[in-house]
């Protein structure tokens, strides 16, 4: 049976693709936090603890297949600069959430390589987050990809982030934190390098944690320009005395 000779147009491919990639990743984190909050009611505060031992991989490999952003822009599937979204992951008409590079550091570098922090509440506390994110993110997107949408959805997709957005970037830096001691005593990560030089990897994260805060600030500012220009919500001018 021959297809429609308009869905063999590149813009139709291009769209088919790109919804069938958000549905892919939407499906993805609605599966974890389905799965996060069955095991609540069935198992409660135990479920807590092996939050990562029970969805961890899924969660892996969403974040990876997240990686194709970047690949999006390269070959102009997506139109948005490749260094900004390597810095803030953010979808075109969407709303930004955790930078693309926080969620790799702390998912593969803090808690995948650390078997004692992969116990701790915090990350329980993380997927809940980026997943509130992503879900919403990406039912947002694959809407858009064919043309629909929902107002309340839209104020959703540009609102979620501003109270959550904050409270990821405390839950990772309290994750780091509490990686500090086992990078300490394992020395994971840490090597030495010729003429008497060597890598401290939990120094190299503490200087990640101050920088974490000040890039919260940057993304902060760019995500609320963003929404301000999506909703036309513009601060309201001060009166001059």
């Known amino acids: 049976m021959a297809l429609p000779q308009a869905w063999l147009q590149p813009r139709y491919r291009k769209n088919a693709y790109l919804f069938i990639y958000y549905l892919i990743q939407f499906c993805g ?64 008409g969407g709303f930004g959430t955790d930078e693309l590079t926080e969620r790799i550091i702390i998912l593969f570098v803090v808690i995948t390589s650390q078997e004692e922090v992969q116990e701790k509440y915090v990350v329980c506390v993380l997927f809940i987050f980026w997943n509130l994110l992503d879900m919403v993110r990406y039912t947002y997107s694959m809407l858009s990809v064919i043309g629909i949408s929902y107002a309340v959805l839209t104020w959703l997709s540009q609102t979620l982030w501003m109270p959550i957005y904050p409270l990821c970037v405390l839950a990772e830096a309290f994750a780091i934190y509490q990686s500090l001691p086992y990078f300490e005593s394992f020395g994971t990560y840490s090597t030495k390098l010729p003429f008497d030089l060597s890598i401290y990897f939990p120094y190299v994260l503490k200087i990640y944690l101050m920088m974490l805060f000040i890039g919260m600030y940057f993304t902060y500012s760019h995500l609320y320009s963003e929404r301000r220009d999506v909703l036309g919500v513009f601060p309201i001018p001060k009166k001059k005395m």
């Open 29 to 92: 984190h609605s599966w974890i936090l389905t799965n996060m909050t069955a095991r609540f009611f069935s198992f409660g505060k135990d479920s807590v603890v092996d939050t990562f031992y029970a969805i961890g991989l899924v969660m892996q490999l969403c974040q990876s297949i997240s990686l194709l952003e970047l690949l999006h822009i390269y070959v102009g599937i997506e139109s948005n600069h490749l260094l900004p979204r390597f810095l803030q992951k953010k979808v075109t």
